[in-house]
């Protein structure tokens, strides 16, 4: 049988890719008709075989795993993983089968069907086969069916869920950990974008909740600028910069050399190496991180500021060629004498806790670690030094002066570090 489904789904793809464009609007609807038929039944009987060669061991004893494998044979990620959650799913959800056997609905709206009775089995404590799970999969099917999409079946489910929450007493007659209090189902989940930023989402129990938007809310507070100006950044970019400021914080704080404020970020950086020289590599191409891909020179430069970075130079075959020390850091008394000097943010004022120690001539030109050589810049301004124009100097004084871009200032008049701006109107002599 297996056999005769496996020729027949050949004698299909053979006649699409040979079938002309009719012409007609009624031939043209029907066209969409049969495609839209031939493609559904095509991602359940992609989510069928791929449960069974999960089931089986198939890819395992092949050496890869079920993605890979799929990958393998033309799948992109993100279709490899939604067959994979299909395929677990419908050894579970008889009626969401019978809709992917018959093509009637496809592979989007059949992994929000799934997704969503797993979220409410999982918040309502019922388990798969329960009668609240299959009413669940029954209406979030009919919603699929009549044209709701795959965000709003996700909607109903999780007022399927909110209404069917469990009482506060288990069977031991012992006081039930409330839903919302639940650390057990806490997600945090994230994508790569097209352009290559990272978006995510979390669902998380009350006190995390509670303690991720007080430090967001006390780190994203506005804050004027040195002549009063209101803070020019929105709401949300306030709480995006307090986020990045959180993970800089939490990542020294978790520092492995036992020093306040020591760099624990750890970058792997693959470079596409032309020739390795004694000392190192000339790169030929764009350098990769480990997680989230290709980035720039100037972004390769940001993070040798204060990051724990191993560049790791490949030939054209992806083999290793070299693997460069770790870069140097400000760390030991030299931070800790910079954090004297400067105190906060050069250019906002940031504590000197959410700070990095930026190289004033870059460490990727050969500019050395000491005191004189850095300034603090918290994570916004660092980027803006690497990428939006702006420059810092070390004056006379040893002490560093920002120059803004011309954006900014036409006359790109140098200015003293925040710790040492007046409200005076008479400038301070570099």
Known sequence: MFDEVLEAADRLADAVRECEIPAGDDALLAGVRAAVA????????????????????????????VRELLRRNGCVPVVASRA?????????????????RDGSLSAEFADAVARGVRHVAIRTRSPLGSELAVETEAALIGHALAGRTPAEIDDRARTIALEHQPEMVDDGDEPATPVA?????????WA?????????????????????????????????????????????????DAFAQVVEAASRALGTDGLVGSAKTEILLTVPAENTECCGVTPSGP????????????????LSCDASVTRIAVDVEQAPVDISPTARLFTGRTRKAVVARDQSCVMCGNPASWTDVHHIVFHSDGGPTT????????????????????????????????RPPATVDPRRELQPAYNRRTLRLDPIAA
Do not use: Y
């Open 38 to 65: 031939a493609r559904n039944a095509a991602d359940g009987l992609l989510a069928r075989i791929t449960g069974e060669i999960e089931c089986r061991g198939t890819a395992k004893r092949l050496g890869f795993s």
């Open 84 to 100: 994979i959650r299909l395929g677990r799913a419908i050894a579970h959800l008889p009626a969401l089968a019978r809709h992917l």
């Open 181 to 189: 209090e639940d650390t057990t189902l806490n997600e945090v989940s």
């Open 192 to 240: 790569q974008r097209n352009d290559g930023r990272l978006a995510g989402t979390f669902d998380l129990d009350v006190v995390t909740g509670e303690r991720l938007i007080s430090c967001l809310d006390t780190a994203s507070r506005p804050r004027p600028l040195p002549d009063g100006t209101p803070d020019p950044r929105s709401a949300p970019q306030r709480r995006a």
């Open 287 to 302: 350098a990769h991180l480990q997680w989230m891909g290709t980035v720039t020179d100037e972004a390769v430069s940001l």
């Open 371 to 402: 005191c004189d050589n850095g300034c603090l810049l918290c994570r916004t301004c660092h980027v803006a030094v690497h990428q939006h124009g702006w420059e810092i100097e070390m004056g006379s004084d040893r002490h560093p002066w920002i």
